[in-house]
């Protein structure tokens, strides 16, 4: 087995080398970055987190940017979204589902709802079009110019549903010729093939064609079949066709977009933590080692995805000001079953484990057909100076069809029980936003939007054939239905004022708000749940500067929030359901980011976020473990209700109190190019999987690391890297109804690749 350096005696290289791309300039995810030419310190970096185009140091939000070299860095092995989740203060993402599926977190605000019709409070924007349901939200990360990370309200300028924050991902437009590409190769597999080309004419007319290939063979062994690799292998195949037209003021841009996904749903794996401790085990109990290459499992596991998008982009500048309208339609498709209780028959039957295994468990969750439209008309101002404006309308149409079913046996094919869902939602919204910059670098901004959504939801239970002790009355669910409506103004004000230059303090309010939401899986339960409208005021504030002649960066963000009505999902518990609830919740923290270039070619950066994010509700009720699960919860029980209890202080799920990242890199002139070495780190601490606090069901701590290491020139790039160096070993979830259930972070993964320029 190879053995790679412990994180200790990689930390003193951290300090030797730089970070390459991390500050540089938002710029075009290219094969290679070109070798250093000359000390040009850090550069600026361009947002458009307020929908034009501004210095990173000159916006009154707490923004983070990921561009260049370190997308190149962080995606070589096929990672797919989740590998956003601790590159920048704040920010997690986790899935029970894998790559198809993913949740935001920003500031401890999220949501661990697995059902298909979920509502979020971190939107994902791409290209200023919001993707609002769940499947939507994995599109796979190529062709790039940056993403960028919101965090704390930002429902005035953007889409819906933003109280905690936004990640907003750019892609590189037409207009230019030439292109890229890149293909690599590595452990289990591991490969990917990303190529962009873009052409122009003289009349105004370009194109740019972006594709991407990702695929990893079946590499973990399932000890209960006769075959070597049975799961966790996928192919993964997204494509963006882009035709633009320029005249004049007028700037035409088409978009057609489309992901197919196959493979292997997340894998579920049966008591890896033995009651009373949080430390992952082996398939033979106690005192075994974890082996993330095996598991025991009897069910079917597949997932299959299929996304499809087409966009209008239409922009006129007037002149004094520029008008806006950003048309788009989503449609999807999605299948996923999953051994949902991780092993191998039960404790009834001749045979099962790994552990107890109470009884079995498989389940299949469809979307038969998801259709998304939204419309957007927007007027900016075009000065730079004194008086600038934005405002405009947004309409938000989507219809979603979700089938769960249940299955008596591990490879039934007739489901026991079928669980259907309809939803229907339509929101509007009317924005505007104005600031004013005046001669002493004082600029003062303000925003409001009005906010109006209305929800129509139906499930039933059509067919029921479970046996009365599974399922109580044993019969089918005729259609229930809620109709829910929430509207809101939210606003937000800020001021920025460079005291120096190089160095701005900014402070910020605003007032967030999310829709009310359904929920309504009926394959076990028989009735549907509602949420009321989440509401959240955040206020922060923060310096921003830069000195040293521009080599050195330090911003920093303090933050407190007060949001009413949070809406929380009761997952599991008692059974495989997802339960709606109301509570207030409060939070404070700081968020730092350093970024230092003090020589040609050197380069680091480290950033940091303290969080707390706590439930501060006394009436905050939730079940904790199945009923066979043995697991130990820390919170006090209700008096009188076994097996419920209060969840009043504690942190929010799925949030760290403490985060850090930190890059560093370096590269010196060899011939005609360059040799470079880029590493990238993140660490988190303990994390709850539940809304209730527990032994097992959380991780202390997870440390992932990667490194980079090639040499490139103007065109060519060459490069061998390692994902996850420690091959750290983390559950990032798990289910609770049935046994000591989770899953764990990606494995270690070593290759090369190699990038040309044209």
Same mark, same amino acid.
């Given at each position: 087995?190879?053995?790679?350096?412990?994180?200790?005696?990689?930390?003193?290289?951290?300090?030797?080398?730089?970070?390459?791309?991390?500050?540089?300039?938002? =710029?075009?995810?290219?094969?290679?970055?070109?070798?250093?030419?000359?000390?040009?310190?850090?550069?600026?970096?361009?947002?458009?987190?307020?929908?034009?185009?501004?210095?990173?140091?000159?916006?009154?939000?707490?923004?983070?940017?990921?561009?260049?070299?370190?997308?190149?860095?962080?995606?070589?092995?096929?990672?797919?979204?989740?590998?956003?989740?601790?590159?920048?203060?704040?920010?997690?993402?986790?899935?029970?589902?894998?790559?198809?599926?993913?949740?935001?977190?920003?500031?401890?605000?999220?949501?661990?709802?697995?059902?298909?019709?979920?509502?979020?409070?971190?939107?994902?924007?791409?290209?200023?079009?919001?993707?609002?349901?769940?499947?939507?939200?994995?599109?796979?990360?190529?062709?790039?110019?940056?993403?960028?990370?919101?965090?704390?309200?930002?429902?005035?300028?953007?889409?819906?549903?933003?109280?905690?924050?936004?990640?907003?991902?750019?892609?590189?437009?037409?207009?230019?010729?030439?292109?890229?590409?890149?293909?690599?190769?590595?452990?289990?597999?591991?490969?990917?093939?990303?190529?962009?080309?873009?052409? =122009?004419?003289?009349?105004?007319?370009?194109?740019?064609?972006?594709?991407?290939?990702?695929?990893?063979?079946?590499?973990?062994?399932?000890?209960?079949?006769?075959?070597?690799?049975?799961?966790?292998?996928?192919?993964?195949?997204?494509?963006?066709?882009? +035709?633009?037209?320029?005249?004049?003021?007028?700037?035409?841009?088409?978009?057609?977009?489309?992901?197919?996904?196959?493979?292997?749903?997340?894998?579920?794996?049966?008591?890896?933590?033995?009651?009373?401790?949080?430390?992952?085990?082996?398939?033979?109990?106690?005192?075994?080692?974890?082996?993330?290459?095996?598991?025991?499992?009897?069910?079917?596991?597949?997932?299959?995805?299929?996304?499809?998008?087409?966009?209008?982009?239409?922009?006129?500048?007037?002149?004094?000001?520029?008008?806006?309208?950003?048309?788009?339609?989503?449609?999807? #498709?999605?299948?996923?079953?999953?051994?949902?209780?991780?092993?191998?028959?039960?404790?009834?039957?001749?045979?099962?484990?790994?552990?107890?295994?109470?009884?079995?468990?498989?389940?299949?969750?469809?979307?038969?057909?998801?259709?998304?439209?939204?419309?957007?008309?927007?007027?900016?101002?075009?000065?730079?100076?004194?008086?600038?404006?934005?405002?405009?309308?947004?309409?938000?149409?989507?219809?979603?069809?979700?089938?769960?079913?249940?299955?008596?046996?591990?490879?039934?094919?007739?489901?026991?029980?079928?669980?259907?869902?309809?939803?229907?939602?339509?929101?509007?919204?009317?924005?505007?936003?104005?600031?004013?910059?005046?001669?002493?670098?004082?600029?003062?901004?303000?925003?409001?939007?009005?906010?109006?959504?209305?929800?129509?939801?139906?499930?039933?239970?059509?067919?029921?054939?479970?046996?009365?002790?599974?399922?109580?009355? #044993?019969?089918?669910?005729?259609?229930?239905?809620?109709?829910?409506?929430?509207?809101?103004?939210?606003?937000?004000?800020?001021?920025?004022?460079? =005291?120096?230059?190089?160095?701005?303090?900014?402070?910020?309010?605003?007032?967030?708000?999310?829709?009310?939401?359904?929920?309504?899986?009926?394959?076990?339960?028989?009735?549907?749940?509602?949420?009321?409208?989440?509401?959240?005021?955040?206020?922060?504030?923060?310096?921003?500067?830069?000195? +040293?002649?521009?080599?050195?960066?330090? #911003?920093?963000?303090?933050?407190?929030?007060?949001?009413?009505?949070?809406?929380?999902?009761?997952?599991?518990?008692?059974?495989?359901?997802?339960?709606?609830?109301?509570?207030?919740?409060?939070?404070?923290?700081?968020?730092?980011?350093?970024?230092?270039?003090?020589?040609?070619?050197?380069?680091?950066?480290?950033?940091?976020?303290?969080?707390?994010?706590?439930?501060?509700?006394?009436?905050?009720?939730?079940?904790?473990?199945?009923?066979?699960?043995?697991?130990?919860?820390?919170?006090?029980?209700?008096?009188?209700?076994?097996?419920?209890?209060?969840?009043?202080?504690?942190?929010?799920?799925?949030?760290?109190?403490?985060?850090?990242?930190?890059?560093?890199?370096?590269?010196?002139?060899?011939? #005609?190019?360059?040799?470079?070495?880029?590493?990238?780190?993140?660490?988190?601490?303990?994390?709850?999987?539940?809304?209730?606090?527990?032994?097992?069901?959380?991780?202390?701590?997870?440390?992932?690391?990667?490194?980079?290491?090639?040499?490139?020139?103007?065109?060519?790039?060459?490069?061998?890297?390692?994902?996850?160096?420690?091959?750290?070993?983390?559950?990032?979830?798990?289910?609770?109804?049935?046994?000591?259930?989770?899953?764990?972070?990606?494995?270690?993964?070593?290759?090369?690749?190699?990038?040309?320029?044209?």
């Amino acid at each position: 087995m190879r053995h790679f350096p412990s994180a200790t005696a990689i930390a003193p290289v951290l300090v030797a080398l730089a970070a390459a791309g991390w500050a540089a300039p938002a =710029a075009a995810q290219d094969a290679s970055a070109a070798p250093v030419a000359e000390d040009s310190g850090l550069g600026d970096i361009i947002v458009t987190a307020q929908r034009r185009e501004e210095s990173l140091q000159d916006v009154p939000v707490s923004v983070s940017v990921l561009s260049g070299g370190t997308l190149d860095a962080i995606t070589s092995s096929g990672s797919d979204v989740r590998v956003l989740a601790g590159r920048v203060p704040s920010l997690n993402i986790e899935s029970s589902f894998g790559r198809t599926f993913p949740r935001f977190y920003i500031r401890g605000l999220g949501n661990t709802d697995f059902d298909l019709n979920a509502s979020q409070p971190v939107s994902l924007v791409y290209d200023d079009v919001v993707l609002e349901n769940p499947i939507l939200k994995g599109f796979p990360i190529f062709d790039l110019d940056r993403v960028e990370v919101l965090r704390g309200p930002q429902g005035t300028l953007f889409g819906r549903n933003t109280p905690a924050g936004i990640v907003k991902f750019d892609t590189v437009k037409p207009g230019k010729t030439g292109g890229y590409a890149r293909v690599s190769y590595g452990r289990y597999g591991n490969s990917q093939v990303e190529v962009a080309a873009g052409a =122009a004419d003289d009349n105004g007319f370009s194109v740019r064609l972006s594709g991407l290939y990702q695929h990893r063979d079946d590499w973990v062994d399932n000890v209960a079949t006769t075959k070597n690799k049975d799961l966790g292998g996928y192919d993964d195949i997204a494509a963006r066709l882009q +035709l633009q037209y320029e005249s004049g003021p007028f700037t035409g841009r088409l978009t057609g977009q489309v992901r197919v996904y196959d493979g292997s749903a997340i894998i579920f794996r049966a008591n890896t933590q033995v009651p009373g401790s949080n430390k992952l085990v082996g398939l033979g109990g106690a005192g075994t080692k974890f082996e993330r290459d095996k598991v025991w499992q009897d069910g079917l596991n597949f997932q299959k995805l299929n996304t499809y998008n087409v966009g209008l982009n239409l922009e006129y500048d007037f002149g004094p000001v520029t008008a806006y309208s950003i048309t788009s339609y989503w449609n999807g #498709n999605f299948r996923s079953r999953g051994d949902i209780d991780g092993g191998f028959g039960a404790v009834f039957l001749p045979e099962s484990g790994p552990g107890l295994i109470p009884f079995q468990a498989q389940s299949q969750d469809n979307v038969p057909s998801l259709d998304q439209f939204t419309q957007e008309i927007r007027i900016a101002s075009n000065n730079s100076g004194g008086l600038g404006y934005q405002f405009g309308a947004f309409y938000f149409n989507e219809d979603l069809d979700i089938s769960s079913f249940e299955f008596g046996g591990p490879t039934d094919a007739t489901p026991s029980a079928i669980a259907v869902q309809r939803q229907e939602s339509e929101a509007y919204g009317i924005f505007g936003s104005v600031n004013y910059a005046f001669d002493n670098g004082l600029k003062l901004q303000a925003g409001a939007r009005y906010n109006h959504d209305t929800r129509d939801f139906v499930a039933s239970r059509p067919v029921e054939t479970r046996p009365i002790f599974v399922v109580n009355p #044993n019969t089918p669910v005729p259609p229930q239905a809620a109709t829910v409506k929430g509207k809101l103004l939210t606003w937000d004000a800020s001021a920025t004022w460079e =005291a120096t230059d190089g160095f701005n303090i900014y402070a910020r309010v605003a007032r967030g708000y999310r829709a009310p939401s359904v929920q309504g899986r009926l394959t076990f339960s028989r009735v549907i749940s509602t949420a009321d409208q989440e509401e959240t005021m955040s206020y922060e504030a923060g310096i921003k500067t830069s000195f +040293l002649d521009n080599r050195v960066r330090f #911003n920093l963000t303090g933050y407190y929030f007060d949001t009413k009505d949070l809406q929380l999902t009761a997952v599991g518990g008692t059974s495989n359901v997802a339960s709606l609830l109301n509570v207030d919740a409060k939070g404070h923290g700081i968020e730092a980011e350093l970024q230092a270039a003090p020589v040609t070619g050197l380069t680091f950066s480290v950033g940091g976020a303290w969080n707390i994010a706590k439930i501060d509700d006394a009436n905050a009720f939730v079940a904790g473990c199945g009923s066979a699960t043995p697991c130990t919860v820390l919170d006090p029980q209700r008096p009188g209700s076994p097996g419920i209890y209060s969840i009043d202080g504690n942190q929010l799920p799925q949030s760290p109190k403490w985060t850090v990242n930190w890059t560093a890199g370096y590269e010196f002139p060899v011939g #005609n190019g360059a040799i470079y070495a880029f590493t990238d780190w993140y660490y988190r601490s303990k994390i709850q999987f539940f809304l209730y606090q527990s032994v097992e069901f959380s991780d202390d701590k997870m440390l992932e690391g990667g490194l980079r290491v090639g040499y490139r020139t103007d065109r060519f790039d060459i490069a061998g890297f390692v994902r996850n160096i420690t091959n750290d070993a983390s559950p990032t979830g798990g289910i609770d109804f049935n046994n000591i259930t989770s899953y764990v972070n990606e494995p270690r993964i070593w290759g090369v690749e190699a990038g040309v320029k044209f």
